[in-house]
């Protein structure tokens, strides 16, 4: 007798409820991961595409100070070298005026040779006042109807121009300000060593003068003839920018004498000061 009891066979019904039920089970679990999926899919959604723009956009240079030292350094040279060019041409020009006149002119040895000068004397129909060019005193051509008083306080006028060398320095003071033009003291180096100048050359015409207003009428009469509007390079004895102090000092003994205090050596000590500023 076979005592082990038998199992029994399930029937078709339960073996396809079982399968049924087990497939419900699957297709739940993998509704419930695609779920999670598309949840997390949805929240990495935006970070993504923020990346993506940050990706798509062009990488834009480290912005900079529009005023910074470079550019400020760049603009301070090129003012500068702009400045000293335009003070150097003008220079340049006013040189090359002042020899194209002396290159014109005629030559006046006789009148040097009536008062006994040992400076060049030359002519020219191009200038209505006296010029000190170089080493060459150049006059008007009207000059030879000029009465002798007249002539000879030109020509010492002139001939202390030409034996202090001030043409020389003036040219030289003109370049000094064009490498110096930002500072102060370079221009009042200048106007200086001008101012010394003239009163030098005043103190040897006024030797020949009658009298104090006698040469301060000479200076008035050059001072109203016509300037030439060009830049030229040369001592004139009547100028316009300084004339009436010239005359004031002139006709005050006072400040004639005032006007040599100092001399040129406080200028030349101004003008190793300026670079050093």
Known sequence: LNLVPRKAKPSAAHIARSEADVLSLDSSAATQETT???????????????????????????????????RLRFLSLTLYLG???????????????????????EPANDLARSFDLPASVRISRYLTTPVTIG????????????????????????HSHVRQGDFY????????????WFSPLGWWLQRKLSELGEALSDRAGLEQAPSPAS?????????????????????????????????ERIL??????????????????????????
């Open 36 to 70: 999670s999926a598309a949840q997390a899919a949805l929240s990495l959604a935006p970070a993504l595409v923020l990346q993506s723009r940050r990706a798509a956009q062009p990488v834009s240079p480290q912005s900079h100070p529009f005023w910074n030292w470079t």
């Open 169 to 180: 320095l003036q040219l030289l003071t003109a370049l000094y300000v064009a490498a110096s």
């Open 215 to 247: 040469y301060a009428q000479v200076l008035l009469e050059f001072a109203a003839m016509p300037r030439p509007t060009v830049p030229l390079a040369g001592v004139a004895m009547a100028r316009s920018s300084n004339l009436s102090s010239r005359i």
């Open 83 to 105: 400045v000293a060019t335009l003070l150097l041409l003008r220079t340049l020009v006013g040189l090359a005026i002042a020899f194209r006149i002396w290159h014109r002119a």
């Open 135 to 158: 080493s060459t005193v150049i006059l008007p051509a009207d000059c030879r109807t000029w009465d002798a008083t007249k002539l000879c306080i030109v020509l010492a006028h002139e």
């Open 252 to 277: 005050s003994d006072r400040r004639f004498r005032l006007a040599f205090l100092g001399g040129r050596r406080h200028a030349f000590l101004v003008a190793g000061l300026v670079p050093v500023a």
